[in-house]
């Protein structure tokens, strides 16, 4: 569904910019062909900064993890270059470019990988990832948590399905994997399946566990669960015993425009691994984090 959504998103900015580059560089115009063509293709960046913004107004109270302007800047920049990859190509065109990566030799030869996305992303996300494990020999298994705008309690069991493929291939229990929504949504299945037995280990990347300051604009289902110290959250965090944050690596950033504040980021009692100056998206590709799970293979 997310997909088709993002690919007529896709196909349809870029006809807009073709029609109004023809339409004005016919009528004699090139420079506003130019400058409306580009504004229609990266009008996002704008909203972007707007993210920022808000962000550095809500941090600042934070002084241990007050970004600079120049580091806020920065992330900007990259968040603007990753996110048309993520959301105009790799969703949209190429969510099955990537196929699991079950392969019979796998039993107890190293743990399995399940890969969790976020909020308005699909499976596509990881593509760079799912090569890096499959050139590597690392099973894995990456879902697409549907329905879009739904539930989060909708989402575990979609989890626990992948989680028994990989199992079933390796024998030994799995690494898992969460981006944004998808790390709350990772405690989710903990909690409904009572899985601690059956995990290695849990990296969540920008993954809002307390919430998020820009949640209060979501009207979605799952959107409305975000929301900073929320209570569906609280009622998640009643179910989880404390001992089990011990088994997650939450990496988080000042510069995440996404889910701010920062300490959003992080569970007590798990380890908590600050990115410094990289967006919400673009963190999932920063190499630390890709690091962090070759540690735990």
């Known amino acids: 569904m997310l997909a088709r959504l993002q690919r007529f998103v896709s196909i349809s900015l870029l006809l807009a910019a073709v029609i109004w580059a023809i339409g004005f560089a016919a009528a004699g115009r090139p420079a506003w062909a130019a400058m409306g063509a580009l504004t229609i293709l990266f009008g996002y960046a704008p ?15 934070d ?26 190509w790799r969703q949209p065109f190429r969510s099955n470019a990537e196929p699991d ?3 019979p030799a796998a039993r107890a030869a190293s743990p399995g990988v399940v890969l969790v996305h976020g909020f308005v992303c699909n499976r596509g996300l990881w593509n760079p990832w ?7 020999g690392v099973p894995f298994v990456a879902v697409n948590l549907e329905p879009v705008f739904g539930s989060i309690d909708h989402y575990p069991q979609t989890i626990d399905d992948a989680v028994t493929r990989v199992e079933r291939a390796t024998g030994v229990p799995v690494v898992l994997v ?3 929504m ?13 899985a601690d037995a059956r995990v290695r280990r849990v990296l969540t990347i920008g993954s809002p566990h307390h919430g998020t300051w820009l949640a209060r604009f979501g009207h979605t289902t799952n959107g409305r669960q975000m929301r900073l110290n929320g209570p569906w959250l609280a009622q998640l965090e009643l179910r989880e015993p404390p001992e089990r944050y011990a088994k997650f690596s939450c990496y988080f950033g000042h510069c995440d425009n996404i889910v701010f504040p920062a300490a959003s980021g992080t569970l007590p009692g798990a380890e908590n691994l600050h990115v410094p100056g990289t967006a919400h998206v673009h963190m999932t590709f920063n190499p630390v984090v890709f690091e962090g799970l070759l540690r735990w293979l």
């Open 130 to 136: 799912m090569r890096e494990l499959r050139a590597r």
């Open 101 to 103: 990566h079950l392969p």
């Open 178 to 180: 969460g981006h944004s």
């Open 47 to 61: 909203f972007l900064a707007a993210e920022f913004v808000a962000l550095y107004f809500v941090q600042r109270a």
């Open 63 to 88: 002084v241990a993890l007050r970004p600079s302007v120049r580091q806020l800047v920065a992330a900007w920049r990259h968040e603007a270059l990753t996110a048309p990859r993520v959301f105009l």
């Open 182 to 194: 998808g790390g709350v949504a990772i405690r989710a299945w903990l909690a409904r399946f009572d």
